[in-house]
């Protein structure tokens, strides 16, 4: 029997599997990923018959003709994610347990799943997905003091951090490596206090957010604030990090972060206010690239003559009363 583990190479990824082979180890599971955006991922695999496969935080919407290729094909597939989901394909091989609430996230969901058996990878998880209330919710059960949360905090933001790119080149490390970095730990708080690959992190982290936080909004409205950062390696990794930042610095607003592209159009992460996280995936999925969820979702390629219509619906969205 063939395995695969389909899942985004976010902090919500990788800790939503590693909980699940913590309990379930899977050693000769295919591991197929990507960078944060890299979502169709189960394209990959569609010629595949006759196997198990776990998906994990990538939109069903978004993988819908391969899915339905691979359940024709044979596959038994567990589908666990907190994305807009769309009509979910009727099939005795096919499990799903999607909640797209924007309280909660894969790691949460797979928590729940698992009784709480490994949740503080979960809390790792919520943090790194900006889900700082309910991660520290879920970190009260562990009874944990406030600088060992604020470890797995900076462990959630840092593996985040990491999986934005165009491309695995912009990144520090691969998301198959680095979840393979994890697999040796039970324990997140052992991760942060021995694993190598934090350092590294920590460091480009500190540099690219330096060189963020040098730039002002290009747009500031009842709305929202909108920022342009330079297509560089350094911009878009730090693209995910960064919108979140500012979502917590302005929680009643709303942001937008854009990134030009090689071919002139944009690549933009959208921000709902977290006092009302609702609105982002509908303005993204509004055009052809874009997607996400209720609280944050993105636009992979907004093309340049599209940026007044953004701009409108992004109004039109987060501040209606206008």
């Not at 691969?174 to 694993?195: F, I, N, Q, R, V």
Request: charged share 25%; with cysteine; proline share 6%.
């Amino acid at each position: 029997m063939k395995y695969f583990d389909v899942f985004n190479g976010d902090a919500d990824g990788l800790c939503a599997l590693h909980q699940f082979r913590l309990a379930e180890p899977r050693p000769q599971a295919r591991l197929i990923t990507g960078v944060k955006r890299d979502i169709r991922l189960l394209q990959q695999i569609s010629g595949t018959h006759d196997a198990h496969i776990t998906v994990l935080d990538i939109s069903l919407d978004s993988n819908r003709d391969a899915l339905e290729l691979l359940l024709e094909s044979g596959c038994d597939i567990l589908y666990v994610d907190h994305h807009y989901a769309g009509e979910i394909p009727l099939s005795d091989k096919l499990t799903v347990h999607i909640d797209p609430s924007p309280d909660t996230c894969t790691s949460l969901i797979t928590d729940r799943l698992l009784g709480g058996e490994y949740r503080s990878w979960a809390v790792v998880g919520a943090f790194g997905d900006n889900l700082h209330t309910s991660a520290r919710q879920a970190a009260a059960s562990l009874s944990l003091a406030d600088p060992a949360v604020a470890k797995l905090q900076e462990l959630g933001e840092l593996l985040n951090y990491n999986g934005y790119g165009l491309s695995i080149t912009d990144l520090f490390f691969a998301p198959g490596d680095l979840y393979k970095s994890l697999m040796p730990y039970t324990d997140p708080l052992e991760y942060w206090e021995h694993s190598d690959v934090l350092s590294r992190l920590r460091e480009g982290y500190r540099h690219d957010m330096d060189s963020a936080l040098q730039y002002k909004p290009i747009r500031i409205t009842q709305a929202g604030r909108i920022y342009e950062l330079p297509p560089e390696p350094w911009a878009r990794r730090v693209s995910g990090v960064f919108s979140n930042l500012k979502a917590q610095e302005e929680p009643s607003l709303a942001h937008g972060l854009l990134i030009r592209n090689p071919d002139d159009s944009y690549r933009v992460n959208i921000r709902a206010p977290l006092h009302n996280k609702h609105g982002a995936d509908t303005i993204c999925r509004g055009f052809a690239t874009g997607g996400g969820r209720e609280a944050a979702a993105g636009i992979n390629s907004l093309p340049q003559d599209q940026m007044a219509l953004f701009f409108r619906k992004f109004e039109e969205i987060f501040n209606p009363g206008k």
